[in-house]
Structure formats: structure tokens, C-alpha cells
């Protein structure tokens, strides 16, 4: 028996695909949009973004110290956690601002339910919920890339603007000239990183493809003065929908594991987006929608699991 076969259970795929790949490959995709921020909105920005960093890995290092864990800031997750966050806030956020919410993104969200892969919900986002909530006024100080304070596109259209000269064009919303936050200013370069994930394996398109389908069409019938004349392509250029779609609701332990659940992952943070922005009084639902579905996932998965090979039960 000693050169007996080792059972395991499924499933049995082994690759060389580490975490710290994974997460190497998203800092890599996104560091074209980091550039377009810093470029766009200053060197304010590019400090934001190393402040997050830095707070989120430190916070991780000394928390797994204090909880007596095996050290895993080398994983390179407490460093993307940032730089997602960072990316979601306004080049004029105060910086003690920043550095709290990437201490609650690592040390509540993520670190106190287990480290990586045991969160329920994506900490940057959740953190960034809880900066919205704490301190709004901060977090909606917007500048457009001349240094001018300005309203988002999606804030301007939530105050009534309608003039070609109040909103900007499809144009300016594409390549990055906009107020709104770093990481989500420039939907060319979002795209650039989208191609490169996908290249790599690191992310499918089940999700980012239903979330935005599902959303354009919701505003293309409701997000007009009538049925069926809403700007679809307006909405999907304005906010966070790109970054949301392919940065963060493909997070892998926040997000189905097989593709019918991925799907109607994807479904439900495009509907959910769509009534957000469209019938609340927030200009954009992108991190309500995600964080929501985050924490029915379980749900999903329960009515979405495979059957075993060969059996008619399905199994988890």
C-alpha cells in the first residue's frame, strides 16, 4: 500500500496559477487607467492611490501579526484591495480619509473573516460604502481635469442638465475628460486592461458582458423622457460601470463559481445599477449593486451548483 494512489476531492485540475499571479495580473491591467487618472487629474491623484497602497498593505502586515497568522502581505491582495479603493475615490479626498478607509477595507472587511477568500463582500467596495456613507461631502468633491469643482456627468444629469454645452460628449466620457473618480475617468484605457484580463484568463466575460447588457437595456427603456429613449451608451461611458464591471464584480471569492450563476450575478448588479441610478436620488449604483449581489452569492450557488458526473443530485 505505500505506492497506493492519494485520493483527493474534486476538483482534481491542478495549474501553476498562484493568488500572487492573479493578483499581479490585475495590478498590470490596471495601472493604464491609474496613468490616465494621475495624467487627467494631477500628482494629487497618484498620491491617493500610494497612500491606499501603503495603508492596506501595512494595515494587513500588523493585523496578521496581532491575530498570531501566517503572513500573507506577499500575496499582493491587500495591495490590489488598495488600488481598486483608490481608484474609487476623488483626487480631492483627504488623505487620513483615504488611509481609514483602507484600513476598514482590510482589517473589518477582509482580515476579521479571515483573510483571502473568506470575505463576503469585496472590501474596497464595502469600504468605499462606508466613506460614502460617513463622509459624503468629501467623497463627491469632484474637479474635471482642468482643476475646475464640477458635478459628475451623472450628477449633472440627476441636477436637470441637458445642453450639449453642460454635459460632456460621448467623446470626452470615453477618453477621460470628466469629473468623477480616478480609476473610472477613462473608459478607453479601462477597456485596455478589460483585453489584457481576459488574454490572460484571469477573468470571463459572463459577468462583465450581463452586468453591462442588462444595464444598457434597462436605460435605454426607462432612462429616457419616455419608454425606449434612454441614452443606453451615455449611461455605460458615465460613473463606474466599466471599472465595476470588469475590476470588481469578477472577484473571485465574491462571485459565482460556475456560469449560470455567474450570469445571473452579472443580471442582477446590471438591474440593480440601472434602478439605483435611474429612480433613487444617488447619480450612481455601481458599488450599492455589487456589494448586494456580494452577499447573495450563497443563494446563487445553492440553485446554480453542477450535478455530480454521473449522478442526477446536484451536488456543492
Not at 98 to 103: E, L, R
Not at 119 to 131: I, Q
Request: with cysteine; charged share 15%; hydrophobic share 50%.
Amino acid at each position: 500500500m505505500e505506492n497506493g494512489l492519494l485520493m483527493t476531492s474534486s476538483p482534481h485540475i491542478r495549474d501553476n496559477t498562484n493568488t500572487r499571479r492573479l493578483m499581479a495580473d490585475v495590478i498590470i491591467a490596471l495601472l493604464p487607467a491609474c496613468a490616465a487618472g494621475v495624467y487627467f487629474f494631477g500628482l494629487r491623484s497618484l498620491l491617493v492611490l500610494l497612500v491606499t497602497v501603503a495603508a492596506s498593505v501595512i494595515a494587513e502586515y500588523i493585523t496578521r501579526i496581532l491575530l498570531k497568522r501566517e503572513q500573507t502581505v506577499g500575496d499582493m491582495s491587500a495591495a490590489v484591495t488598495g488600488l481598486i479603493l483608490g481608484m474609487n475615490l476623488p483626487p480631492t479626498i483627504p488623505l487620513w480619509i483615504a488611509i481609514v478607509g483602507s484600513v476598514f477595507a482590510i482589517v473589518i472587511v477582509k482580515q476579521l473573516f479571515g483573510g483571502i477568500g473568506q470575505n463576503f463582500v469585496n472590501p474596497a467596495l464595502a469600504a468605499r460604502v462606508f466613506m460614502v456613507i460617513s463622509w459624503p461631502v468629501q467623497m463627491t468633491r469632484w474637479i474635471i481635469p482642468d482643476a475646475v469643482s464640477s458635478a459628475t456627468p451623472l450628477g449633472l444629469i440627476k441636477e436637470g442638465a441637458s445642453a450639449a454645452e453642460e454635459l460632456p460628449g460621448y467623446f470626452e466620457l470615453f477618453i477621460g475628460k470628466k469629473g468623477g473618480c480616478i480609476g473610472e475617468v477613462s473608459a478607453a484605457v479601462l477597456l485596455i486592461g478589460a483585453v489584457y484580463l481576459v488574454a490572460r484568463r484571469v477573468i470571463t466575460l459572463e459577468i462583465p458582458l450581463t452586468y453591462i447588457g442588462s444595464f444598457a437595456l434597462l436605460t435605454w427603456i426607462f432612462g429616457g423622457d419616455r419608454l425606449f429613449s434612454g441614452d443606453a451608451l451615455y449611461h455605460v461611458l458615465s460613473g463606474g460601470l466599466i471599472l465595476g464591471a470588469f475590476f470588481m464584480a469578477t472577484d473571485y471569492t465574491t462571485s459565482p463559481v460556475n456560469r449560470k450563476g455567474r450570469l445571473i450575478f452579472g443580471i442582477g448588479c446590471g438591474v440593480l445599477s440601472a434602478i439605483i441610478r435611474l429612480f433613487s436620488n444617488y447619480p450612481e449604483g455601481v458599488s450599492f449593486a455589487i456589494l448586494i449581489m456580494n452577499t447573495l452569492v450563497p443563494l446563487i450557488e445553492r440553485y446554480t451548483i453542477p450535478r455530480s458526473f454521473g449522478g442526477g443530485k446536484s451536488v456543492a
